[in-house]
T-cell receptor
Framework: DTGVSQDPRHKITKRGQNVTFRCDPI?????LYWYRQTLGQGPEFLTYFQNEAQLEKSRLLSDRFSAERPKGSFSTLEIQRTEQGDSAMYLC???????????FGEGSRLTVL | GENVEQHPSTLSVQEGDSAVIKCTYS??????FPWYKQELGKRPQLIIDIRSNVGEKKDQRIAVTLNKTAKHFSLHITETQPEDSAVYFC?????FGSGGSYIPTFGRGTSLIVHP
């Protein structure tokens, strides 16, 4: 296991289309986070899973966004009816319950035309 | 919710100088304060962290100090080198003890430029 992996790394889509990102966390990590990062800003929290349970969602996560983590392993983040304001880097991170360190993936960069 | 402010947004120093980045937080329940380094085009990576039960932590050229009363914490880098050039993010979360949210809130980042 070499770390957190995300797919795809880049996605260009037209406004109104749906997109889905996948995150594979480090296998022994039970916590999984999604963050959004735009240029010149820090990561903004979107949602968080402990095992398969989605425990927290940010108000940034409108009803067009949905995230799942079936069986407490990989996670998906879906954005429906994309808007130009959704263009950003979507970062996934995982951590162990006993520590606070987040291990980030390389991110999935979304460009909405 | 937690709010983390980070200053400065850009910091330019000469190689060998020290650099200090400061953050403030709002939630007195926060007890874990990590610092992440993000090089251009790469993922953020933890460089040092501190829990609220200590006031200072050092790791070679980097150190973090925490003032719980004032709700601020700082990153100190001594003898800066060009490879220290990156964006640094502070974060705060309630990670330990009962009722923790375990959700790090990040500052906006400081772009550190070390000139050779």
């Amino acid at each position: 296991d070499t770390g957190v992996s995300q797919d795809p790394r880049h996605k260009i889509t037209k406004r109104g289309q749906n997109v889905t990102f996948r995150c594979d966390p480090i296998s022994e990590h039970n916590r999984l986070y999604w963050y959004r990062q735009t240029l010149g800003q820090g990561p903004e929290f979107l949602t968080y899973f402990q095992n398969e349970a989605q425990l927290e969602k940010s108000r940034l996560l409108s009803d067009r966004f949905s995230a799942e983590r079936p069986k407490g392993s990989f996670s998906t983040l879906e954005i429906q009816r994309t808007e130009q304001g959704d263009s950003a880097m979507y970062l996934c991170a995982s951590s162990k319950q006993e520590t606070g360190e987040l291990f980030f993936g390389e991110g999935s960069r979304l460009t909405v035309l | 919710g937690e709010n983390v402010e980070q200053h400065p947004s850009t910091l330019s120093v000469q190689e060998g100088d020290s650099a200090v980045i400061k953050c403030t937080y709002s939630d007195s329940a926060s007890n874990y304060f990590p610092w992440y380094k993000q090089e251009l085009g790469k993922r953020p990576q933890l460089i040092i962290d501190i829990r609220s039960n200590v006031g200072e932590k050092k790791d070679q050229r980097i150190a973090v100090t925490l003032n719980k009363t004032a709700k601020h914490f700082s990153l100190h880098i001594t003898e800066t080198q060009p490879e220290d050039s990156a964006v640094y993010f502070c974060a705060a979360s309630n990670n330990f003890g009962s009722g923790g949210s375990y959700i790090p809130t990040f500052g906006r980042g400081t772009s550190l430029i070390v000139h050779p």
